[in-house]
T-cell receptor, first 117, second 114 residues
């Protein structure tokens, strides 16, 4: 149980284009999903918290107009990198919060490797 | 703001050696504590977690961790490592109860040699 998928697993795009990444909780409902960015040989940096049916909460320094998050259902959140530039190249990971209240845990997706040319 | 420190960035062990990875956090209130593992080319997987109760937590694959509140620590241990334990290990803290965001440590790269 507690499986989270991401699509696509990798994407290469031209500078200036937009890229959408999907995060799905496959066998549980997730009212909250999280988006992280991981640089090579570094830890995960939280970008934003996505709540179903409401606006995402962004961490300090993350441009909300550049990284659009939509959490339209209890099993799907999307991250759209708008007008991507080479510095946006990174590994983007989502997680979904699941489990009984009080012991809920984040379960992570496999990540999406974004390369902007 | 809460922070998490993992002092060992790279650890190299021989098979059957014992493992202890340090994790310290800075937050004075109630915390939930996690260890995640990332095997090469794979996604983060939960090893174990602590919410309350017995401070010695057993996880998967023979791992355990001990929460020592007075030391703000949650060190990960395994009595005898295997080559397949080669991975990156992340300690994470969720302050203020469940559902809040996780703060991750910088990770420890463990290499187990045959």
């Amino acid at each position: 149980g507690a499986v989270v998928s991401q699509h696509p697993s990798w994407v290469i795009c031209k500078s200036g284009t937009s890229v959408k990444i999907e995060c799905r909780s496959l066998d549980f409902q997730a009212t909250t999903m999280f988006w992280y960015r991981q640089f090579p040989k570094q830890s995960l940096m939280l970008m934003a918290t996505s709540n179903e049916g409401s606006k995402a909460t962004y961490e300090q320094g993350v441009e909300k107009d550049k990284f659009l998050i939509n959490h339209a259902s209890l099993t799907l959140s999307t991250l759209t990198v708008t007008s991507a530039h080479p510095e946006d190249s990174s590994f983007y990971i989502c997680s979904a919060r699941g489990g009984a209240r009080g012991t809920d845990t984040q379960y992570f997706g496999p990540g999406t490797r974004l390369t902007v040319l | 703001a809460q922070s998490v420190s993992q002092h060992n960035h790279h650890v190299i062990l021989s098979e059957a050696a014992s493992l202890e990875l340090g994790c310290n956090y800075s937050y004075g209130g109630t915390v939930n504590l996690f260890w995640y593992v990332q095997y090469p080319g794979q996604h983060l997987q939960l090893l174990l977690k602590y919410f309350s109760g017995d401070p010695l937590v057993k996880g998967i694959k023979g791992f355990e961790a001990e929460f020592i509140k007075s030391k703000f620590s949650f060190n990960l241990r395994k009595p005898s490592v295997q080559w397949s334990d080669t991975a990156e290990y992340f300690c994470a803290v969720n302050a203020g109860g469940g559902g809040n965001k996780l703060t991750f440590g910088t990770g420890t790269q463990l290499k187990v040699e045959l």
